[in-house]
Nanobody, 122 residues
Framework: QVQLVESGGGLVQAGGSLRLSCAASGRTFSSYAMGWFRQAPGKERELVAAISWSPGTTYSAASVKGRFTISRDNAKNTVYLQMNSLKPEDTAVYYC???????????????WGKGTLVTVSS
């Protein structure tokens, strides 16, 4: 069983930065592909970024490419989402999730965190 706990959310002005962290329990963290999802009020949950189990392959959604960076530290069982140049439309609850295979959809993941709120003011 793997538990995921997000942290680092908060209120930030447009143009600012935040770094989200997702701490995982369990000794098999390094074998999981990890993803960051977000859900804004009234919108569907979407995949923001993903990283393979060996930190060599990453994915970023078009809406955040060039602004958000996903990374992981397997020694610390933690995955990060560095968010720069934040926009009001980035306001959402951000979730991390883990997959024993590849990151696809929210429902296709194996483990999910409870989320952390990011609010970007204009």
């Amino acid at each position: 069983q793997v538990q995921l706990v997000e942290s680092g959310g908060g209120l930030v002005q447009a143009g600012g930065s935040l770094r989200l962290s997702c701490a995982a329990s369990g000794r098999t963290f390094s074998s999981y592909a990890m993803g960051w999802f977000r859900q804004a009020p009234g919108k569907e949950r979407e995949l923001v970024a993903a990283i393979s189990w060996s930190p060599g392959t990453t994915y970023s959604a078009a809406s955040v490419k060039g602004r958000f960076t996903i990374s992981r530290d397997n020694a610390k069982n933690t995955v990060y989402l560095q968010m720069n140049s934040l926009k009001p439309e980035d306001t959402a609850v951000y979730y991390c999730a883990g997959s024993r295979s590849v990151v696809t959809s929210w429902d296709g993941m194996d483990y999910w965190g409870k989320g952390t709120l990011v609010t970007v003011s204009s």
